[in-house]
């Protein structure tokens, strides 16, 4: 099978990108800005994020360059704690301030040369999506939304993936106690059964997720505010047009789908066949080309 990555496919025709940096309250965020070559603008322009635990050289960072080859601006970043940028605890999965990096990233996109400040959107990829849609919902800087392979879950949903009310509560406990920022566990391993991803697909294959960049890390302080945290609830704050692409294996298609069913904003949706599974959305060529030309021909429209 075909995989498509910033690490096997090292160069796309057309497109140029350089390293950035901004600030994100008090915290110097890197990222990498991709531009199709020769861009005069001002264009279209889109922040992406990726799947939890993750850095900018992974999925974002793939997505940002398939959307830079079809003509938009995009920018791939660190989160604060995260890879090459600032911030202390590291490694914790804070959607809150995940989504105020996302709102710092669109200010400064709009700052950009080549981007039109007025058409700035966002492209969440799995976990990333719920703090996409919420900086979307909450920001004039962001015009549309786009999700992949969306990962949308509240408490109740979150209590019944992780195990049921008492696992969750105890995760909880743990994330609680003095010394949990400094508590790391292995974010994903074929072996190690403490990892909080144990033999998950992509993550732990080298030339897939597994990648010398990947920080592979997990703060035990993140599991409070990662099982705590609705998703959900920017669906009723959302007006601005929204595209959700996925399919019926996704990790959490019932996220998605009372997602849909509970915004009022104009959305268009994409489902691929049952055979793509969320890994597959991260870097099969096939399945990242669809995705890639359904965004940006919704961001573009």
């Known amino acids: 099978m075909t995989r498509i990555t910033l690490q096997n496919t090292p160069g796309i025709k057309g497109v140029t990108s350089r390293a950035v940096s901004f600030d994100s309250n008090g915290n110097n965020l890197k990222g990498t800005l991709y531009l199709p070559e020769n861009a005069k603008g001002p264009l279209p322009a889109v922040?992406?994020?990726g799947a939890w635990t993750t850095v900018k050289e992974q999925m974002a960072g793939t997505y940002a360059r398939e959307l830079a080859a079809r003509g938009l601006v995009a920018l791939a970043f660190d989160f604060t704690g995260w890879g090459e940028s600032q911030g202390a605890p590291r490694y914790v999965e804070d959607p809150a301030t995940k989504t105020a990096d996302i709102k710092a990233a669109a200010r400064f996109l709009a700052t950009q040369e080549a981007v039109d400040a007025e058409q700035v959107s966002g492209?969440?990829?799995c976990a990333s999506s719920g703090y996409m849609a919420a900086a979307v919902a909450d920001t004039d800087d962001l015009r549309k939304l786009a999700l992949v392979a969306p990962w949308?879950?509240?408490?109740?949903?979150?209590?019944?993936?992780?195990g049921g009310p008492d696992v969750a509560a105890s995760l909880i406990a743990a994330a609680e106690a003095p010394d949990a920022a400094e508590t790391v566990l292995p974010g994903a391993?074929?072996?190690?059964?403490?990892a909080v991803m144990f033999q998950a697909p992509y993550y732990t294959e080298e030339d897939r997720g597994l990648i010398p960049a990947y920080d592979n890390k997990f703060s035990v302080a993140s599991w409070k505010p990662w099982l705590t945290y609705d998703a959900q609830a920017s669906a009723d704050r959302l007006t601005k047009p929204m595209l959700m692409v996925g399919s019926p294996s996704i990790a959490l298609p019932a996220g998605a789908n009372a997602y849909e069913?509970?915004?009022k904003a104009p959305l268009e949706r994409l489902w691929l066949g049952?055979?793509?599974t969320q890994f597959d959305f991260y870097d099969r060529k096939d399945v990242v080309t669809a995705a890639?030309?359904?965004v940006a021909d919704f961001l573009t429209a």
């Open 47 to 49: 922040i992406v994020t």
């Open 123 to 125: 492209l969440g990829v």
């Open 152 to 162: 949308l879950h509240d408490a109740e949903m979150a209590e019944g993936i992780y």
């Open 292 to 294: 890639a030309d359904a």
């Open 189 to 194: 391993s074929a072996t190690d059964e403490n």
């Open 261 to 263: 069913s509970r915004t």
């Open 274 to 276: 049952e055979d793509v």
